[in-house]
Structures are given as C-alpha cells and as structure tokens.
C-alpha cells in the first residue's frame, strides 16, 4: 500500500507492508520528528524585499509552518504597513513573535493568514497566540484566557479569577512611562484608592481661552482655564459641562484695567449676586468653580491677586 499522510500535521501513515527495510526511520523522520516540531519547534522567518511570504506545507518531511512558534525578522523594502505571511490552509495554532526591524515610514504590522481566509494582525514587537481553523485566523481573547469579558475583567480572588503571583501581577496595573504620556477615555475605580508616590505629582494644566466679546469655556479641555480680558466681556454658558467637575477660571486684567465682566444665567452665586472684577491693570481673580448639572455652575469669585 502507497502511504498517506495526516490532515492537519502532514504526518506520514505508512500502509500495510510499506518500507519493510526502513519501516522505523520513516516513522521517526516522518512521524516522531515532526510531531516535536509541531509541539515545541521555534523556527525563524526571514521576510526579504516583498511584503508577502507564503510558508510552504509539505507532506512526510519537515517544514516551517508545522513549527509551534514562529519569529518573523527581517526588513521589508518598501513602505508595508502590513507584512502578509501565508499559512497553510490546515487547523493548527502557532504562537507569532513579530521581530520585523521597524521601518520608520511604516507600522510594521505582520498579518497571520491563510491564502483565502481572514487573517489576523500581530504589532511589531509583540508576541500573539493565534489560532487557525483551516480557513480563518483568529486570537486567543480575554474570555478564554480567564480574564473575563472586555468590558469587565475580573481579577478577583475566586477560584475562576486571576490567582494571585506575586506584586507584579495583573492584581497590581502598573504604567511605566519615560515621557509625556496621554492616556485617554474614563479612569474608573469603583473600590479602593489612586495614590500617587511621594517622587511623583499630580496636576491638571491651564488652558488658556481666546479673548472674546462672548467667552464659552468647553469643559471637555481640562479642568484649569485662563484668560486675559481686553474689554468688557460675558462668560457664556461653558459647553460639555458634567456633573462633579470642578476647577477655576483665572481672570487676568489687561494692561489698561477696570474692565468688567457679565455672567451667563448657568453661572450661579452666592445670594444670586454676580460678582465684580478687580479693576487694576492686571489684576489677577479666580474663579472657583463646581459643576452641579450640564446647565448650572456653582462659582464664587477670589479677587486680587497681584
């Protein structure tokens, strides 16, 4: 009998009376060898001056796409966002560690796939799991690796949470950063504290707003505002205000003085009475104030100060 070869892994089936002389280096060279590639093999891709590769299967004998991980190095000529790499169309998982040596121009971006199916993007730098079903490519996700759902995950300490390792765990979050960095989107800590280290500071910074006949204040820029009034001016009602929002508004007298402003009816006092500015030549007041509502703004003003 003529032999055949496993589905997925290539491996070699030898028939009934096949290779009588060589029975057991075909089922160590065909069978054994690459069933340990396909567990453990760490082989490398070289990407040369195109920005697709296609991995070749063979039958019976070893290859680079039976092997467990994959690095893929090499500097791609050419601007590629994406470097395609081809996959067997055979159920398998292979964990991608994307070694591509940055092109400045480009992200670098090594795509996982199959010739027809969809595939998936592995960043430069990173390590990804990816699984294919034969057709597709996808990745592992949250739910799978226990972390719960991407809204909400669950890092507990029930027996279906995250156990405990050690202080550098996902327990404990840490962001290290050597620069200005801007994380974006809502912080929300329902239980607990946010503390800040003794070396370190926290601060919102100053905004400064145009000089207008009519300033509108948009909340969604900070928290600290500025402006320096060269004529007799209104605080409009502020945009994009929230409840629990809370700063000042510093109200900087030009170089001539007594200039005044008005209060939009969002504004509220003390009493109900608006408050005066200081009218020497720049003169410094505060404006302290807290968001009730999206339409109310409790303020109270410190004047004065030279």
């Given at each position: 009998?003529?032999?055949?070869?496993?589905?997925?892994?290539?491996?070699?089936?030898?028939?009934?009376?096949?290779?009588?002389?060589?029975?057991?280096?075909?089922?160590?060279?065909?069978?054994?060898?690459?069933?340990?590639?396909?567990?453990?093999?760490?082989?490398?891709?070289?990407?040369?001056?195109a920005?697709?590769?296609?991995?070749?299967?063979?039958?019976?004998?070893?290859?680079?796409?039976?092997?467990?991980?994959?690095?893929?190095?090499?500097?791609?000529?050419?601007s590629?966002?994406?470097?395609?790499?081809?996959?067997?169309?055979?159920?398998?998982?292979?964990?991608?560690?994307?070694?591509?040596?940055?092109?400045?121009?480009?992200?670098?971006?090594?795509?996982?796939?199959?010739?027809?199916?969809?595939?998936?993007?592995?960043?430069?730098?990173?390590?990804?799991?990816?699984?294919?079903?034969?057709?597709?490519?996808?990745p592992?996700?949250?739910?799978?690796?226990?972390?719960?759902?991407?809204?909400s995950?669950?890092?507990?300490?029930?027996?279906?949470?995250?156990?405990v390792?050690s202080?550098?765990?996902?327990?404990?979050?840490?962001?290290?950063?050597?620069?200005?960095?801007?994380?974006?989107?809502?912080?929300?800590?329902?239980?607990?504290?946010?503390?800040?280290?003794?070396?370190?500071?926290?601060?919102?910074?100053?905004?400064?707003?145009?000089?207008?006949?009519?300033?509108?204040?948009?909340?969604?820029?900070?928290?600290?505002?500025?402006?320096?009034?060269?004529?007799?001016?209104?605080?409009?009602?502020?945009?994009?205000?929230?409840?629990?929002?809370?700063?000042?508004?510093?109200?900087?007298?030009?170089?001539?003085?007594?200039?005044?402003?008005?209060?939009?009816?969002?504004?509220?006092?003390?009493?109900?009475?608006?408050?005066?500015?200081?009218?020497?030549?720049?003169?410094?007041?505060?404006?302290?104030?807290?968001?009730?509502?999206?339409?109310?703004?409790?303020?109270?003003?410190?004047?004065?100060?030279?």
């Open positions: 009998m003529t032999s055949t070869f496993t589905s997925s892994l290539r491996l070699t089936k030898q028939g009934d009376g096949d290779n009588p002389n060589s029975w057991g280096v075909v089922l160590n060279d065909g069978v054994i060898s690459l069933v340990d590639d396909a567990i453990a093999a760490y082989t490398t891709v070289e990407i040369g001056s920005a697709t590769v296609t991995l070749s299967a063979v039958d019976g004998s070893g290859d680079v796409p039976r092997s467990a991980f994959l690095e893929v190095k090499g500097s791609v000529g050419g590629h966002d994406t470097i395609t790499m081809i996959i067997p169309s055979q159920s398998k998982s292979y964990v991608i560690n994307n070694k591509v040596s940055a092109n400045t121009t480009a992200s670098d971006v090594v795509k996982i796939k199959t010739a027809s199916g969809t595939g998936y993007n592995i960043p430069l730098g990173a390590i990804g799991l990816v699984v294919c079903d034969g057709t597709s490519v996808f592992t996700n949250a739910v799978g690796l226990g972390l719960g759902t991407a809204a995950a669950d890092l507990g300490t029930g027996a279906d949470n995250v156990a390792v202080a550098n765990d996902l327990r404990y979050p840490r962001v290290s950063v050597t620069a200005n960095t801007t994380l974006r989107g809502d912080l929300n800590i329902e239980a607990g504290s946010l503390k800040v280290g003794t070396s370190a500071r926290a601060y919102n910074p100053i905004t400064t707003l145009t000089d207008a006949a009519s300033i509108v204040v948009d909340f969604a820029l900070g928290n600290n505002f500025l402006v320096t009034i060269g004529g007799n001016r209104t605080l409009a009602a502020p945009s994009n205000a929230v409840a629990g929002q809370t700063g000042q508004i510093y109200v900087i007298q030009d170089s001539t003085g007594s200039r005044t402003l008005a209060y939009n009816s969002a504004y509220q006092f003390v009493s109900g009475a608006s408050p005066t500015l200081s009218t020497g030549a720049a003169d410094v007041d505060i404006l302290l104030y807290s968001t009730r509502s999206s339409t109310t703004i409790d303020a109270a003003l410190l004047k004065n100060f030279d």
